[in-house]
Antibody, heavy 124, light 107 residues
Framework: QVQLVQSGGEVKKPGASVKVSCAAS????????FNWVRQAPGQGLEWMGW????????DYAQSLQDRVTVTTDTSTRTAYMELRNLTTADTAMYYC?????????????????WGQGTLVIVSS | DIRLTQSPSSLSASVGDRVTITCRTS??????LNWYQQIPGKAPKLLIF???ALQSGVPSRFTGSGSGTYFTLTISSLQPEDFATYYC?????????FGQGTKLEIK
């Protein structure tokens, strides 16, 4: 079965960077992409960006474009999200989610499997 | 960006009730509208994709409908495990956007 396992929680200081991993199993890795979505405490879902596992194409939320990078490593079947220059406003649960396109390899898509989440706390 | 507005933002209902949540989009998304359920402390779970397609393993009491800019999620007979927060989502245009969520609580 499809499984996405994320790396453990992190505590970072303002100005630092964090890199979250998402290890995939149970399906053909390069046929699907990954969304990264975050959720601040008590808040809704915020899309951060997408990466295509087969072609490495990316798409980012404009508000985060200068600070976030999403990548995949097909040899280890792992997706990564790196967020730089952290502030306290980046404290959130971070989720990876497999994207299944309605046709082709790009949008529109839906996220049919999600990782368990990685809590990132930014505090001085 | 396409804005998604859900209503209501919160809803109290009883086991066995029929409830409907709406999602309006600021521009057409054709039929490319998805619904997720999130139980507190858990990751979101896909319920409906493409406005009306039921994700494998999701009970048939969940139905989705709509197209263009108006969509609904209906739960025909609420079960105790359905009390959660529900989000609509579009990926028709970049960036992906989510509704603000509808919290379904036990009356």
């Amino acid at each position: 079965q499809v499984q996405l396992v994320q790396s453990g929680g992190e505590v970072k200081k303002p100005g630092a960077s964090v890199k979250v991993s998402c290890a995939a199993s149970g399906y053909s890795f390069t046929k699907y992409g990954f969304n990264w979505v975050r959720q601040a405490p008590g808040q809704g879902l915020e899309w951060m960006g997408w990466v295509g596992s087969g072609n490495g194409n990316t798409d980012y939320a404009q508000s985060l474009q200068d600070r976030v990078t999403v990548t995949t490593d097909t040899s280890t079947r792992t997706a990564y999200m790196e967020l730089r220059n952290l502030t306290t406003a980046d404290t959130a649960m971070y989720y990876c989610a497999r994207t299944n396109s309605f046709g082709g390899s790009n949008r529109p898509w839906y996220s049919d499997s999600w990782g368990q989440g990685t809590l990132v706390i930014v505090s001085s | 960006d396409i804005r998604l507005t859900q209503s209501p933002s919160s809803l109290s209902a009883s086991v066995g009730d029929r409830v409907t949540i709406t999602c309006r989009t600021s521009q057409t998304v054709s039929s490319f509208l998805n619904w997720y359920q999130q139980i507190p402390g858990k990751a979101p779970k896909l319920l409906i994709f493409g406005a009306s397609a039921l994700q494998s393993g999701v009970p048939s009491r969940f139905t989705g409908s709509g197209s263009g800019t108006y969509f609904t999620l209906t739960i025909s007979s609420l079960q105790p495990e359905d009390f959660a927060t529900y989000y609509c989502h579009q990926s028709y245009n970049s960036p992906d956007t989510f509704g603000q969520g509808t919290k379904l609580e036990i009356k």
